[in-house]
């Protein structure tokens, strides 16, 4: 469905009422109620046309599969899997478990819906439109911005949001390079992997995550440039300087700024190694928020930059 701007929205952009700052403790009864709606639009106006009267839909899907993981029989006690999902959502559900929902629905429509659309039509024999699910994802983000909350769906998984000019310009860039090359997906799977631990508070292991992604990207560079390095004994270090003396950035570049293999050094390995690399002794070592937020954006940019550098060789 179309966004309209109407003028109570309007009104409030004019007002400076819309803001970069989020919030992420809860999901608002105004965004659950739209989150619901786009999903309706599909849901419940569209059915595989190979499905038998009486065989599971995608509510019993959902449903079923909340309640596997949780190690429920049932999440709001309606035997009805929609309404038990939707008095659960707008009524019982925690912020984390919302946004399981929203995760696991919409990685719903884009890997089954979207990809099978022919097979989905309307009480009219009208076919779901190859565009349905797209637009609904950007309807999803659209509003989940619109709300000030710091959550956005991305590469079919629900990221925390500190910045939506970082998020705009470094991390959506950076996911869709690495989608670009097979050899990239080690580096993906770990930079996802440091989002989703960041977004349950996991600090250590993010930060774990990111050094992991970082160094995937370089291995995968030397590997698909046939550059030399040691797989069981090269270091950050060692890797970073492999991507410096085979010209993965340009000569006259690296003249200018001397100090890339400080940054590059000094940046995601350095903090990796501080705060979450080694034992922490008698005392239990906290990482604060801040820091991994700062270590996530300088991971994406970094590795944004050396794929970038890599493509344009």
Known sequence: MAIIEL????KK??????????????????????????LFEIFDQYSDQRRHYNDDN????????LCREYGRFSLNNDKNARSDLIGWFLNKADIDEQLDFVELSFRYLELVVQKE??????????????????????ELNHRIKEDA???????????RV?????????????????RESDSYDGSLDEFLSAHEHYRHGSYKECLVDCLKSF????KAIHIKRGWHYDPKKATAKDLINGCLKNGLIPQYLQTQMSSINNMLESGIPTIR????????GTEVSQVEEHLCSYMLHITASNLLFLAECERSM
């Open 7 to 10: 003028y109570s929205s309007r």
């Open 13 to 38: 952009k004019n007002n400076g009422e819309n803001t970069d700052v989020y919030q992420y403790d809860e999901l608002s009864d105004k965004l659950k109620s739209q989150i619901l709606q786009i």
């Open 58 to 65: 995608e509510y019993d899907f959902l449903r079923n599969t």
């Open 117 to 138: 659309s022919y097979n989905f039509i309307d009480d009219r024999g009208r076919r779901l439109p190859a565009h349905a699910v797209t637009d609904a994802i950007e």
């Open 149 to 159: 909350t710091g959550y956005q769906y991305a590469e079919s998984i629900i990221v």
């Open 162 to 178: 500190d910045s939506q000019f970082i998020h705009s310009d470094v991390v959506k860039p950076v996911l869709s390079l690495l």
């Open 215 to 218: 160094e995937s990207l370089m």
């Open 273 to 280: 190694n501080k705060e979450a690399g080694h034992g922490q």
